[in-house]
């Protein structure tokens, strides 16, 4: 059985037409959860009740704005199974607040009740075991807020997210030991402060050919020259690794 990485979007916070960037692995694994995204799934015929976790890689609005109305859909059919939510320190605080902003009249606790949820704050260099056989070990990287990349594997398959992330020493390290990287690529080859740009990733794919990149967290650019291990999904493709 192959790992299947489906791109809800790739986009990056502004300036992009794309959806914003969240992943859906193996049906079970929700990979940040955009403004969007439950329409996203919905409409993409995504069966969120198969979802059995969520990783938040950090609090910026555009990776975690969506998980309010997420949850909110379990009132209409409420779980049986757990949802455990992996998430920066603040997270639960940060999630009540929102509900509270968007639906005050609405109980936290039924929401909890109805999503069987569980929130897990995710501490650095630490390893957890999903479901389906996924493990995900979570690595602090070079953002402007607490934010996390994963390795992910799956079949044996390796999977770095570097979610948004400047460069930083460490990173190709921690690539080289993984088959796949899905690299934050926020610009062409602008700065842009806790963000790398394509260029950045290209000296990556460079150094390390034997790992395929995902150019994702894009603004408004496109490929222009084909690298063997660089590829530029859109919103929506699946790729079966």
């Known amino acids: 059985m192959k790992t299947e990485i489906y791109f809800c979007g790739v986009g990056a916070a502004i300036n992009t037409t794309s959806n914003h960037s969240s992943y859906l692995i193996n049906s079970t694994l929700l990979i940040d959860a955009p403004p969007l995204i439950s329409i996203i799934l919905k409409k993409q015929n995504k069966e969120i009740h198969l979802i059995d976790n969520i990783i938040i890689t950090h609090l910026h609005g555009d990776h975690f704005f969506g998980l309010p109305f997420l949850l909110i859909e379990f009132l209409i059919k409420k779980r049986t199974n757990p949802l455990i939510i992996y998430g920066p320190e603040n997270l639960e605080a940060k999630l009540i607040g929102l509900l509270n902003l968007a639906f005050p009249e609405l109980d936290y606790n039924k929401v909890v009740e109805a999503a069987n949820l569980k929130i897990v704050t995710i501490k650095n260099e630490t390893e957890h075991f999903l479901s389906n056989d996924i493990i995900v070990h979570f690595t602090r ?20 997210f570097t979610s948004d992330t400047a460069y930083f020493d460490n990173l190709p390290e921690i690539i080289k030991k993984c088959s796949y990287c899905v690299a934050d690529a926020t610009s062409r080859n602008f700065r842009i402060k806790g963000h790398m740009t394509y260029e950045d990733v290209l000296k990556l794919a460079l150094k390390l050919p034997n790992v395929t990149f995902f150019i994702i967290h894009r603004a408004s650019f496109e490929e222009q020259e084909k690298h063997h291990n660089i590829i530029f999904p859109q919103d929506y493709d699946s790729y079966k690794l």
């Open 141 to 160: 990287v070079n953002h402007d807020a607490e934010t996390y990349g994963l390795v992910l594997t799956s079949q044996q398959i390796k999977i770095f």
